[in-house]
């Protein structure tokens, strides 16, 4: 799925290539609303998989440590990024002063009742709420989308109208899953929000990716 941003690299170099998934696939048209999002991580794996943010290869962050498992496709929506913007609304909506951007990608959990068997994939989706999670001080935000189109949780456009337990599994796994034997993991969810939120998080992770990469654009575009 080429885009504006990477097609001036396939000009330079002469030959097909493969889109880096966090810079060279396009959010989509209608965003906040439908968005593209990339997997990285479906619940059968069980190993922790994660993009390399410099080759755009999915690698191998680590073995899950313990039996949880990720309950929903899990990865990034593309052309975003956690930095001032997403801080700060995180700083307005808890009162605290102290947070920052995480410097990464703006994550996504995508519900779907069909069994996805690998990541490295891209889907449609509908964000429908999220889960404000605060890692040590950072802004972590983890957006809750449904696959768009899927036979059951298309259902669903909001996050207060799931059943109790899809989101207490999902804050369950977000709460645990970088537990270390003998290591205190200092992360919060201070509370779950619902989808008119969902799209001002994407929006604002959206804007910090463009002042983050304004200048790569720029050279590209000028090519």
């Known amino acids: 799925m080429p885009n504006r941003l990477m097609e001036p690299i396939g ?3 002469g030959l097909r290539y493969k889109s880096h998934p966090w810079h060279g696939v396009d959010i989509g048209d209608n965003a906040p609303e439908l968005i593209t999002c990339y997997i990285e991580m479906v619940p059968t794996d069980t190993v922790k998989y994660e993009v390399d943010k410099k080759s755009g290869y999915l690698r191998i962050d680590r073995p899950q440590k313990y039996s949880n498992v990720v309950p929903a496709l899990y990865g990034f929506i593309p052309q975003t990024y956690s930095a001032s913007q997403v801080a700060d609304f995180c700083k307005q909506k808890t ?3 102290d947070i920052i951007g995480d410097g990464d990608p703006m994550d996504i959990c995508v519900l779907t009742e069909k069994t996805i068997s690998h990541g490295d994939i891209l889907v449609r989706a509908r964000p429908i709420g999220g889960f404000r999670m ?3 001080n950072e802004a972590d935000d983890k957006i809750v989308a449904v696959l768009n189109n899927d036979a059951f949780y298309s259902q669903f ?3 207060s109208e799931l059943p109790g337990l899809v989101v207490d599994r999902l804050r369950h796994y977000f709460l645990t899953y970088k537990d ?3 290591k205190k993991i200092d992360v919060e969810i201070t509370d779950v929000y619902g989808r008119e939120e969902a799209y001002e998080v ?7 990716y463009h002042e983050k990469f304004e200048n790569l654009q720029k050279a590209l575009f000028d090519v």
């Open 11 to 13: 000009r330079l170099m």
């Open 95 to 97: 009162g605290r002063k």
């Open 134 to 136: 605060i890692d040590s």
């Open 157 to 159: 456009n909001d996050i």
């Open 180 to 182: 270390l034997p003998g």
């Open 202 to 208: 994407i929006r604002r992770s959206v804007q910090d």
